[in-house]
């Protein structure tokens, strides 16, 4: 069980800290409110359960060692991040929101997670650094899924929440440019310090 602890810890430590997932979740629930980010979590949620399978299977170190794939793979989601921190910051206020078309899609949210270099990493340092049953590969694999997903899960509703909590701020136009602008600028300074150059 200690080792099962220490990884709930890590687990909240690496998936709840301010990231491109979290803050992106955070900014749509403030810009386009709580129900209508709802889609767009979920396609994170399953995104992320990709990228476990995938870092879990060991696939992300072999397309890693591919001369170039690294660069590829950080320009190709950095310019995805750029393009939502573009949609966050000229969201109008939510008096003005009625366009539907505006908002993080589920289909976006699956991206997102696909393209977010933390999120490869958290789950490869999860992965790779503990060893829930020792004895029993299928075992610990599950266990390690089952657990990431509770967490990823709480973490995304705390960051859903706190990003709706702005929402009665946000139907001031200034208030609402400033907060807007804030989440993309964050966005943006997360994914940087996420980029592995």
Same mark, same amino acid.
């Given at each position: 069980m200690e080792g099962w602890f220490a990884f709930v810890l890590a687990g909240f430590a690496l #998936? &709840?800290?301010?990231?491109?997932?979290?803050?992106? $979740? *955070?900014?749509? @629930?403030?810009a386009f409110g709580a129900g209508r980010t709802l889609g767009y979590? #979920? &396609?994170?949620?399953?995104?992320?359960l990709v990228v $476990? *399978?995938?870092? @879990?299977?060991?696939?992300?170190g072999v397309v890693l060692a591919v001369p170039g794939a690294a660069t590829v793979v950080a320009v190709a989601a950095a310019a995805y991040f750029v393009y939502l921190a573009w949609r966050i910051a000229t969201a109008p206020?939510?008096?003005?929101?009625?366009?539907?078309?505006?908002?993080?899609?589920?289909?976006?949210?699956?991206?997102?997670?696909?393209?977010?270099?933390?999120?490869?990493?958290?789950?490869?340092a999860l992965f790779s650094g503990f060893r829930l049953a020792p004895q029993h590969l299928g075992l610990d694999i599950a266990l390690k899924v089952a657990t990431l997903l509770a967490i990823i899960v709480t973490v995304e509703i705390c960051w859903l929440l706190?990003?709706?909590a702005l929402t009665g701020v946000l139907r001031r136009p200034r208030a609402s440019r400033a907060i807007n602008v804030t989440f993309a600028i964050l966005l943006l300074v997360s994914v940087v310090a996420a980029l592995p150059f």
């Open positions: #998936a &709840g800290s301010p990231g491109p997932a979290t803050l992106s $979740i *955070a900014a749509s @629930a403030a979590v #979920a &396609g994170i949620t399953v995104g992320l $476990i *399978a995938v870092t @879990a299977s060991g696939l992300t206020p939510l008096v003005e929101t009625g366009d539907r078309d505006r908002q993080p899609s589920m289909a976006g949210g699956f991206l997102l997670s696909l393209a977010n270099p933390k999120g490869y990493a958290a789950m490869a706190a990003g709706a």
